[in-house]
Each structure stands twice: as structure tokens, then as C-alpha cells.
């Protein structure tokens, strides 16, 4: 009998509140690490089979171990998780892309009948906007078309916390893909039917969490273990961590903070909050009684730069600085933004007679996608990634930024002049720093012919 737990109907917990049985499923035991991640799951009857996860030392999981007892047989079936790449029984097997993925055919991996001992093949998906995988399908002839039903693979379709619909639109399926709702992975084996968040693991069929939320200090008024704070048609929780600011410059932090919050806030138009909590991670919850249907294009396009940002594999880490003489608004490589320069696009000297071209709100949309990019996607190729931040950054300010300039800077002043687009109209933007960083200047003018 453990004597650090405690049962709750018919699942048992320890002290930091992690599920560690099931009578529903026959589990008897699950065993947790320092980060309160499953690291083993045992049945009632051993010849039932374990599943063993195994995870570096900060929780990402590089391994799961499924030992099953077919026939009597004991059979080991090997996963390895590396980044996007997937392996099984040693072998390439998977690489997961942008609303697709390659599988890699094997003799050992689902081989294709007649097909050479390695083989690829590209599958397309279909997501929902909430991220769940709806359709996968290839095109397996080669014929250019999607040929039905043949060549659908997978069709899922969900309740709204998750749990799949059974019944109808049953293709073959993918027995090994098992990244679904909210495109997490699902631990089928021994029937556990757990999601891998990465910081948790949920179960669709109570809609609650196997452990605490590692963030629960931010949302006291919710159980810990609730999913989406009961709202699972608007929200997603991508992995119990968030967007993460580092407060860099000790004077001001406190007011850098305020300054910052107050722009995020602007930017949402009060249709949801944004709050930073004392770690620096940023929390999205909308406003009851707003209808974000009726927000503005530019509002939509703030909060999808920062909501995808939030609902990121991982953590979205960006340094904020104050009157840094060697970062202009952001910087790429350092991972900063810098809220001296943030503060003179809310005081732009415009003599244009048009809108502001640019603004606070465009500039943190800018900077966070690069970062995202850089990050999340592993994009360390700065053009490439500042391209993304552009189209991220108009959709933001509703003007097109065009092209830099000639950099007109000297040892005294940093000059950087800007083409942008507003309502069909070339203005030039120019930021303005002296060399020391005592003062930014942003001017708007109507570009000279």
C-alpha cells in the first residue's frame, strides 16, 4: 500500500496530485519523475504487457518502450522520438511537417506490398482550427488526384473534448501515426488513450489532466487538473507552458512589465487579457460577453501571433531589454526586444496626413513570429524568418511594409529608413537612435519623387 497516496473514486493519487492508478482501465500502476511526466504504467495482470516512457532531464521525451504479450509471446515495441523525426524497431519511420508528414516503408515498418525494401511517402492533413488532425491522404498513384476512398488514410472526427467518433468513416488508418486531436500524440497501448501534451498528459474520455497544472498559480479559480477552463471549442492547452519574457534591465523591469502588458492589451482590444505572471509566462483568456468574430482584422492578426506562440511544442523565450545602444527595436540573435524603442512607435512624428503605417503592437507581432521561427522551428536563417515576421507584422499594422532603405547611419546616429504602403500611398518610416540610446525617434513622411 503506498503510503504517499490517496484515492480519489476509483484512481488513486500521490501528494503532488499525479494519477497513479486507474480501475477503469485496469491499470494498477503509474509510475512519475521529478517533473511529475509517466515514466511507467503497469497492469493488474502482467501478461497484459507495460509501457515505458523515457525523457531527457528537462521532459522531452526521447523514448517509449511497449512491451506487449501477443500469443503469449513477449513482443518489444521501440519508439524514439528525435525533434520531428520518429523512429520504430531502430528504423526511420516518421518526420512530422506543416499539416503533413513523410513515412518512411520499411521490412519492418507497415511495408507496402511488393513495394522495395525503403520506400517514402508523402501524406497530406487537414486540420480543424483548433489544430485537430480531420483527414489524411496521399496520393499514392501519382495520378494527381485524391482518389476516394483508397487513398484516404485516416478520417477523425471529435467530441469536444477530444474523445473520437466510432462507427463511420472508418478508413484503413494509420496503426503507428497517432498524432490527432490538437495534434498531440495518443498513447493507445494497454488502453491507456492518453494525449501527450509534453508537460501532461490528458485523458479525452474525463476531459481532465493525469497531473497538476504547471501553472496553476495563474488560474486559482479553476480545478488544476481542468482542460481549457471548460471552453475546448475556443481553446487549446498545447502544453501547460506559455510564451516566456525575461525581464533583462533590473531599474525598469517593474515598469517594463506595465509598459508591455499595456501593449499586448491594446493590441487585443479587449476581446481577451493578457497577463504575465511572476515567471515571465504569458496567459491568453478571453473576455466573456465579446464576440472576437466581430474584431477588427488587425486585432485577429495580433492574436494569432501570440496565440500561436502560446499554443507552441515548447517555450517561446524572449529577452526584454530597456535602451540596449546595441539592439533597434528587436534583435534576432539575442532573442530581444528592446521597450525603449517599443515606447517611440506610440509617439510616431507622422506628417504624412495618413495613418500610422507601423506601431508598438506590429513590432512585438514582428519580433515574436522571428522568434517563434527561430525557436520553435528550429529557423535559424535570419532572411527567411524576417520574411514570415513581415507578412505577421502587415496583417498587424493593416499597411505593407516594403523595402529597407539605404542605412544612412554614422558614429553619432543610427538611422534606419523604411518604405511602407498605407491605403496605396509609399511613406518612409524612419527610426532614429543617437549613440548612446538617450532617445528613439520614429517619423512618418510621404515619400519624396
Same mark, same amino acid.
Given at each position: ?7 480519489i473514486g476509483?484512481?488513486?493519487?500521490d501528494?503532488?496530485g ?7 482501465k485496469?491499470?494498477?500502476?503509474i509510475?512519475?519523475n521529478?517533473l ?30 511497449? *512491451? ?28 512530422? @511537417? ?10 519492418k &515498418?507497415?511495408?507496402i506490398? =511488393? ?8 501524406y ?36 469536444p473534448?477530444?474523445?473520437e467518433?466510432?462507427g ?22 494497454l488502453?491507456?488513450?492518453w ?14 489532466? =493525469? ?14 487538473y481542468?482542460?481549457v477552463m =471548460? ?11 506559455? /510564451?516566456?519574457?525575461a ?8 515598469e ?14 479587449g476581446y481577451?487579457?493578457?497577463? *504575465? ?26 492574436? $494569432? /501571433? ?10 517561446v ?31 510616431? $512624428?507622422?506628417?504624412?496626413? @495618413?495613418?500610422?503605417? &507601423? ?7 514582428h ?13 535559424? $536563417?535570419?532572411?527567411?524568418?524576417? !520574411? ?7 496583417? /498587424?499594422?493593416?499597411?505593407m511594409?516594403? !523595402? ?18 498605407? =491605403?496605396?500611398?509609399?511613406? *518612409?518610416?524612419t527610426?532614429?537612435q ?7 525617434? /520614429? ?7
Amino acid at each position: 500500500m503506498c503510503r504517499k497516496c490517496f484515492f480519489i473514486g476509483l484512481s488513486g493519487v500521490d501528494y503532488e496530485g499525479n494519477m497513479i492508478s486507474d480501475t477503469n482501465k485496469d491499470i494498477n500502476t503509474i509510475r512519475y519523475n521529478h517533473l511529475n511526466l509517466p515514466v511507467k504504467v503497469l497492469m493488474n495482470n502482467p501478461s497484459d504487457g507495460s509501457l515505458t516512457f523515457v525523457y531527457t532531464a528537462d521532459g522531452q521525451k526521447v523514448a517509449k518502450n511497449y *512491451i506487449a504479450f501477443p500469443n503469449g509471446n513477449e513482443q518489444l515495441y521501440d519508439y524514439r522520438y528525435f525533434n520531428r523525426h520518429h523512429y520504430i524497431f531502430h528504423q526511420p519511420f516518421f518526420i512530422n @511537417l506543416d499539416k503533413s508528414y513523410i513515412k518512411f516503408y520499411t521490412s519492418k &515498418t507497415d511495408p507496402i506490398p =511488393g513495394a522495395p525494401l525503403y520506400q517514402t511517402r508523402y501524406y497530406y492533413q487537414y486540420y480543424d482550427h483548433l489544430g485537430n488532425v480531420r483527414l489524411s491522404y496521399s496520393d499514392t498513384n501519382k495520378n494527381g488526384e485524391i482518389d476516394l476512398p483508397y487513398e484516404i488514410i485516416n478520417e477523425n472526427n471529435y467530441y469536444p473534448y477530444g474523445l473520437e467518433h466510432k462507427g463511420y468513416n472508418d478508413a484503413n488508418g494509420d496503426a503507428f501515426y497517432r498524432y490527432q486531436y490538437n495534434n498531440k500524440e495518443l498513447n493507445p497501448q494497454l488502453g491507456l488513450n492518453w494525449y501527450d501534451y509534453g508537460a501532461r498528459f490528458y485523458d479525452p474520455a474525463i476531459a481532465r489532466w =493525469g497531473s497538476v497544472d504547471p501553472l496553476a498559480e495563474n488560474y486559482y479559480s479553476y480545478s488544476p487538473y481542468n482542460y481549457v477552463m =471548460g471552453n475546448p471549442i475556443l481553446f487549446v492547452d498545447p502544453d501547460g507552458m506559455d /510564451v516566456n519574457f525575461a525581464f533583462k534591465n533590473k531599474e525598469t523591469k517593474k515598469e517594463d512589465k506595465a509598459n508591455l502588458l499595456r501593449q499586448l492589451n491594446e493590441g487585443l482590444a479587449g476581446y481577451y487579457t493578457a497577463s *504575465i505572471d511572476k515567471k515571465g509566462y504569458l496567459s491568453l483568456i478571453a473576455v466573456k460577453g465579446m464576440d472576437f468574430s466581430e474584431a477588427s482584422d488587425q486585432v485577429k492578426g495580433f492574436y $494569432d /501571433v501570440l496565440n500561436q506562440s502560446v499554443s507552441a511544442d515548447g517555450t517561446v523565450k524572449i529577452n526584454v531589454l530597456n535602451g540596449d545602444d546595441n539592439v533597434v527595436v528587436g534583435s534576432f540573435d539575442d532573442q530581444a526586444i528592446d521597450m525603449k524603442d517599443l515606447a517611440a512607435f506610440e509617439n510616431v $512624428d507622422n506628417t504624412s496626413g @495618413l495613418p500610422n503605417a &507601423t506601431s508598438a503592437q506590429s513590432k512585438i507581432a514582428h519580433e515574436i513570429t522571428e522568434q517563434y521561427d527561430r525557436q520553435i522551428n528550429g529557423n535559424k $536563417d535570419f532572411p527567411s524568418a524576417h !520574411e514570415r515576421a513581415i507578412q505577421a507584422e502587415n496583417r /498587424v499594422s493593416g499597411s505593407m511594409r516594403g !523595402e529597407d532603405l539605404r542605412n544612412i547611419s554614422n558614429p553619432q546616429l543610427e538611422v534606419r529608413p523604411t518604405v511602407f504602403v498605407v =491605403g496605396g500611398v509609399r511613406v *518612409i518610416v524612419t527610426v532614429t537612435q543617437d549613440s548612446n540610446k538617450n532617445s528613439t525617434k /520614429v517619423k512618418q513622411q510621404l515619400e519624396k519623387k
